[in-house]
């Protein structure tokens, strides 16, 4: 008997069904089937059978070809087990993650997502365009940069513009993104960031900056600084002149 010959394990996940329908209607049979070996290493093996009649034209067995692919099963299942570690680690990533092509977006994180203030992934990908995120003056050089990498004319890029969140209102992002090939065609993926609250301690501190020059221009007294060596490195125009 075939399944005596090959040692079928009766846990296997697939074979044994569809030989038995096989065996009972007459089709060809074309699975694929988990055995386990004498040894009881288990193995999975690839069925292309045809059905066997005698002169009478009754069913008596199948007639089958049979290949060992447990090498190129394994390597799917190490491939979905490296899959599904990189997109739980990518899923948690406050950060925005995202994949562009052809305009649209055919993946973004949960990040992503709270960044621009929609309620999950799903509200943008494949129903988004890029365009729609990004404010109406940055527009044209987002998307030439977009054109360039998908293009091959440049493999990375790293830049910021003015974005728009879901109910409209402007901030500011950091991009950093690069070219490469998603489902067989060019695509961008990149990483996204919130910066608005460091571009508004950015804004605050020059303009601290600005006020602490301009009382130190003013000033009647004469200011200075030196490094360690004595050596002058700024003055005031009231020390210019006390100095002669």
């Known amino acids: ?17 569809e030989i ?7 089709l060809a049979l074309e699975c694929e089937a988990e055995v386990v070996r004498p040894d009881r290493s288990r193995h999975w093996i690839t069925l292309c059978g045809e059905p066997t009649r005698d002169s009478a034209g009754d069913l008596v067995g199948l007639h089958d070809t049979v ?26 990533f406050l950060a925005g993650i995202y994949i562009i092509q052809d305009g649209r977006f055919r993946y973004v994180n949960p990040g992503f997502a709270a960044i621009f203030r929609y309620g999950s992934p799903g509200e943008l990908i494949e129903r988004v365009s890029f365009t729609e995120l990004v404010a109406p003056e940055d527009r044209e050089r987002v998307a030439e940069n977009i054109r360039r990498r998908v293009a091959g004319e440049i493999s990375d890029m790293h830049y910021m513009f003015k974005a728009l969140r879901g109910d409209g209102s402007p901030f500011d992002v950091e991009v950093h993104g690069r070219a490469f090939e998603y489902q067989g065609r060019p695509a961008v993926i990149g990483m996204l960031l919130d910066i608005t609250e460091r571009k508004l301690a950015e804004a605050a501190l020059a303009e601290r900056e600005a006020g602490y020059r301009a009382v130190i221009e003013t000033a009647a007294d004469g200011f200075w600084m030196a490094d360690d ?10 020390y210019v002149r006390r100095s002669g």
Not at 20 to 26: M, N, S, V
């Open 229 to 238: 060596q004595g050596r002058l490195l700024a003055v005031n125009d009231a």
């Open 1 to 17: 008997m075939f399944f005596s010959t090959l040692h079928y394990s009766r846990r296997r996940l697939r074979g044994e069904d």
């Open 67 to 92: 290949r060992d692919i447990t090498v190129r099963r394994q390597a799917e299942m190490d491939l979905r087990e490296s899959e599904s570690r990189y997109r739980f680690l990518v899923e948690q």
């Open 20 to 26: 038995e329908q096989t065996l009972a209607t007459g």
